[in-house]
């Protein structure tokens, strides 16, 4: 089992910054891919970002890239969601899961994930 709490979420006006954090606690969190999910009122949960284990690559969909940044520190047992220019479409119930595979395809799938958090609310006025 793995255990995943998120911190950071919040009230901030367009153009501003959040940082998202999640801190793992239970099995070895360098064995596990990690990914930031959201979903916003009314929606389905979308993948935003992944890192794989060691931290070196990752992955963002478009709308984000060049604005968020994921990043973990193994040595913490935490993954990180830096967002900076954040638009009023951000707004979510953010997520991290943990996913115990690696794979060359990208896993972006809610279903390649076995373990979440609870979520942080991230809200983004106009």
């Known amino acids: 089992q793995v255990q995943l709490v998120e911190s950071g979420g919040g009230l901030v006006q367009a153009g501003g910054s959040l940082r998202l954090s999640c801190a793992a606690s239970g099995r070895t969190f360098s064995n596990y891919a990690m990914g930031w999910f959201r979903q916003a009122p009314g929606k389905e949960r979308d993948f935003v970002a992944r890192i794989n284990r060691s931290g070196g690559n990752t992955y963002y969909i478009d709308s984000v890239k060049g604005r968020f940044t994921i990043s973990r520190d193994n040595a913490k047992n935490t993954v990180y969601l830096q967002m900076n220019g954040l638009k009023p479409e951000d707004t979510a119930v953010y997520y991290c899961?943990?996913?115990?595979?690696?794979?060359?395809?990208?896993?972006?799938?809610?279903?390649?994930?076995?373990?979440w958090g609870q979520g942080t609310p991230v809200t983004v006025s106009s």
């Open positions: 899961a943990a996913d115990p595979k690696s794979s060359s395809r990208l896993r972006s799938d809610v279903y390649d994930y076995d373990y």
